[in-house]
């Protein structure tokens, strides 16, 4: 399967972003899908995550109540609507099918990975 993540830009503190992951080559309607972000000399961290049908979703902490997370099967495409952004949400956003259906934090858990798509917030 491959992905590709959009959506990311260059926005205020406050605003608000939609980015979006869509998945070509096979369907990804039995597998949970995440996010996680990643700066520059950091190992990439984990933001938020859906099961198969959307049933549950997990998020990290900081991105709680801003953050998220939803899917479209139909359009085999996730979501990551992003309200209140602050500078420190800045860094590359990657998309990610997970092995099992079930949303998960874990990294290792992850099979498919998108290019990412960069935010960047200014204070």
């Known amino acids: 399967v491959q992905l590709q993540a959009s959506g990311g830009g260059l926005v205020q503190t406050g605003d608000a972003l939609r980015l979006s992951c869509a998945a070509s080559g096979r369907t990804f309607s039995n597998n949970a899908v995440g996010w996680f972000r990643q700066t520059p000399g950091k190992e990439r961290f984990f933001v938020a995550s859906?099961?198969?049908?959307?049933?549950?979703?997990t998020y990290e902490d900081s991105v709680k109540g801003r953050f998220t997370i939803s899917r479209d099967n139909a359009k085999n495409t996730v979501y990551l609507q992003m309200n209140s952004l602050k500078p420190e949400d800045s860094a590359v956003y990657y998309c990610a099918v997970a092995k099992g259906s079930w949303a998960t934090m874990d990294v290792q858990e992850y099979r498919y990975w998108g290019q990412g798509t960069q935010v960047t917030v200014s204070s």
């Open positions: 859906i099961s198969w049908r959307g049933q549950t979703t």
